[in-house]
């Protein structure tokens, strides 16, 4: 099991931007795809982003595709969510996930195992 905890969310304003960070512990991180969700006020879990174990593979959903980017540094065992160009839309809370393989980048959340408690991300207009 790996255990995760985000960090980076706060409040900024329409167009600018904000870097999430996802940590992670136990020594299968490298080992495993890795993706970023959000979930506003009433709506359901959205997917935003994934990259494979290696960072060679990356999925954005379209909503976030060009002004999002998704990165790892597996030897720090943290995952990044680059997000520029931010629009009041993005407000969410921001939760990272592991997969349950090294190569699956799915939006589907059932190919996700571990899920951390999230950090919240405002954009003001």
Do not use: H
Not at 43 to 51: D, L, Q
């Amino acid at each position: 099991q790996v255990q995760l905890v985000e960090s980076g969310g706060g409040l900024v304003q329409a167009g600018g931007s904000l870097r999430l960070s996802c940590a992670a512990s136990g020594r299968t991180f490298s080992t495993r795809a890795m993706a970023w969700f959000r979930q506003a006020p009433g709506k359901e879990r959205e997917f935003v982003a994934a990259i494979s174990w290696g960072g060679g593979n990356t999925n954005y959903a379209d909503s976030v595709k060009g002004r999002f980017t998704i990165s790892r540094d597996n030897a720090k065992n943290t995952l990044y969510l680059q997000m520029t160009s931010l629009e009041v839309e993005d407000t969410a809370d921001y939760s990272c996930a592991a997969g349950k393989t090294n190569w699956r980048i799915t939006s589907l959340t059932g190919d996700y195992g571990s899920w951390g408690q999230g950090t919240q991300v405002t954009v003001s207009s």
